[in-house]
């Protein structure tokens, strides 16, 4: 497949987007209306000396540039992340704990060139979100769980400037874990009281934005107070 487009190219496969998923194309509130006439977007392209369209694409995320008009008239590109399945399934975060404890997994992020702890979390595949939360325990700690006690604690969007994209998140009693999957770069499988998981939290050990909400959508279901 095609990983980077220019021009016409970029184009083509905009409009082919637009037809897929014309959701992802409206423009519900006036602030920012997406232009999507092509001879208007042509125009401004030659005008501008600026690739509007799909401009790079991977198995895993397409890379977006729309051109957007705001009240005033004024137009200019606007970047975003979309979906390869175009948003048809959410991705999976899961909570998971054995007992009374949390379990966390230490894994090297390539974005940030380092190692962070995390809860596991994973691309969906196209199945049930419950089924796709009890697979991803499975290969990532190699968890014992059973789908019935896995249940779904919220629905997040990651970054609502960039990324069209949400996760599910659940939470999971596990009967045990056993092994990181260490191909996936987890070194490491941390098993914390409550306690220790807030004390990680204050120190900033724990920096990765969907295990923090995940905790404070368990705590707040609870009825927990949320320590400052």
């Known amino acids: 497949m095609k990983i980077q487009l220019t021009g016409a190219e970029a184009l083509d496969r905009y409009f082919e987007l637009m037809e897929q998923a014309p959701a992802l194309f409206e423009s519900p509130a006036p602030a920012l209306k ?4 092509r001879a208007v977007i042509e125009n401004w392209m030659q005008d501008s000396d600026f690739v ?10 397409i890379h977006c540039v729309d051109l957007v008009e705001n009240p005033g008239g004024v137009r200019f590109p606007y970047e975003r992340v979309l979906p390869v399945d175009l948003g048809k399934h959410h991705g999976t975060v899961i909570l998971p704990k054995l007992g009374d404890d949390y379990i966390l997994i230490r894994i090297f992020r390539h974005a940030l060139r380092t190692y962070v702890w995390e809860f596991p979390r994973g691309f969906n595949d196209g199945i049930d979100g419950i089924a796709n ?9 190699g968890a014992e769980v059973r789908p019935e006690n896995v249940r779904l604690i919220g629905t997040v969007s990651p970054n609502t400037a960039f990324e069209a994209i949400y996760v599910d998140i659940f939470e999971a ?7 990181p999957q260490e191909e996936e770069g987890i ?3 941390m098993q914390v ?6 004390r990680m939290i204050r120190a900033g050990e724990i920096v990765d934005s969907f295990t923090l909400t995940a905790y404070l959508l368990s705590s707040q279901q609870k009825g927990e107070k949320i320590e400052q």
Do not use: M
């Open 34 to 37: 997406i232009v999507t006439d």
């Open 52 to 61: 509007i369209g799909v401009v790079y694409e991977t198995p895993w995320n």
């Open 133 to 141: 939360a009890v697979k991803e325990l499975q290969e990532e700690i």
């Open 173 to 179: 009693e596990i009967d045990a874990y056993h092994a």
């Open 187 to 189: 070194t490491r499988i």
């Open 193 to 198: 009281s409550r306690e220790e998981l807030v």
